[in-house]
């Protein structure tokens, strides 16, 4: 039983200042795991006064003072590699290698690469004759992460705020916790300065909100739903800060006419069922040439049946979802599907044959979709494809552009030139190549109501930073 109910201010470890305790409960085993305090706004004060402070001088470091630090985070997230992978397991239900090797290797990865970046990053440029552009860390940044990718959603924010000077105040999932805890044992141990790093257990509706329209917060960055997303860019406009946000997604997987099927739908199948199904730009539409999809269904069929499912502490690709709330969730919507007139090719309401305890969702395939059904519109976050069939090219882009979301999109086609000749006309911030795995460098974020901004690599550095030009005098 894990016991997380102080919080991380100032440098230590100390009471919240009112709150009430909060269950963690086991996926899996629908047990409870551990507790946490769900804090208060005054805990937010507290914490927002101690970026504050240490926002003086943290900001005036050097770049090597911050490479030492990194590296020494680096040195701790390697070493307690095991112990987020097991608090993964706990909290989320995510398979024990999957665990390890994709959600703390994510972690890991983007931490690797920020330290690379920061060794190169432009912080000062000459922009003309007379003018120097400078590159500084806006201050205090709000980050609020989601439980889906509890450890990669908070690294692709915290490297780069730390490598740019920035403070921070951090309110992790109240679903999925521990993982943070340990990160910020991690940060602790490896020397950053007291104020620098501070986390703040609670919901979004308390301390969300508070940190949301907090006027000592500069920056908000956000991982979560388009609907919560709406809510902290309302509140955070009264003091018009800046808000960096990865929201939904609904992501279409076009496979042309020449592409491998077989590969195609299998890839497809075991990327969305991956973490359950929980991630935002996974591909869940899947557009299938229309005389193709009597096949299309056949090869899902037959691929779906490998994809196993339930202890996540056994040798399975599917865990369970995260909480009952998700579960019913999921349910909801492929009960939707089947009333608006979708074809079940796998899977369907219940739990999978054998398993009676724990959050646990059959993979669910789903044919027949049209893109003005529920399923085909609304994220489910649950392991359930949709498949289209489409006519033409014209077609397919259509139907994959009609979503309100904008993250991820997929192309397979018979070469790599004939797929980037449709991935230039998706309105989507990423698009995979013929199966193409994710490039830790790559800009990650969306187009529409997907969000606004851009997360790893370079290009997430930028956002951490305000622009400052200092222009001379002509010469006389």
Known sequence: MRDYRKIYVDGCWSEPQGGRSHEIVNPATEGVAGHITLATAADVDRAVDAAR??????????REDRLSLLNAVLAGFAARR???ADALVEELGAPAKFALEAQVGTGFLHLATGIEVLKSFAFETQQSSRTVVRREPIGVIGMITPWNWPINQVMCKL???LATGNTMVHKPSEVTPFTAHIIAEILHDAGVPPGVYNLVDGDGPTVGAAISSHR???MVSFTGSTRAGIDVARRGAETVKRI???LGGKSPNIVLEGADLQKAVGENIYRLMMNSGQTCHAPTRLLVPNARLAEA??????VVQGVTVGDPNGDVHMGPVVSKRQWTRIQELIRKGVEEGASLVAGGEGRPEGLSQGYYVRPTIFADVTNDMTIAREEIFGPVLCVLGYEDVDQAVAIANDTDYGLGAYVQAADDEAALVVAERLEAGMVYINGASE???APFGGYKMSGNGREWGPMAFQEFVEVKALIRRDAA
């Open 159 to 161: 490297v780069p705020a």
């Open 244 to 246: 960096h946000q990865e």
């Open 53 to 62: 402070r240490a926002f003086r001088t943290y900001s005036r470091t050097t």
């Open 82 to 84: 095991q112990d987020l």
């Open 439 to 441: 490039d830790p460098a």
């Open 216 to 218: 000592g917060v500069d």
């Open 297 to 302: 269904k056949a090869i899902a069929a037959a």
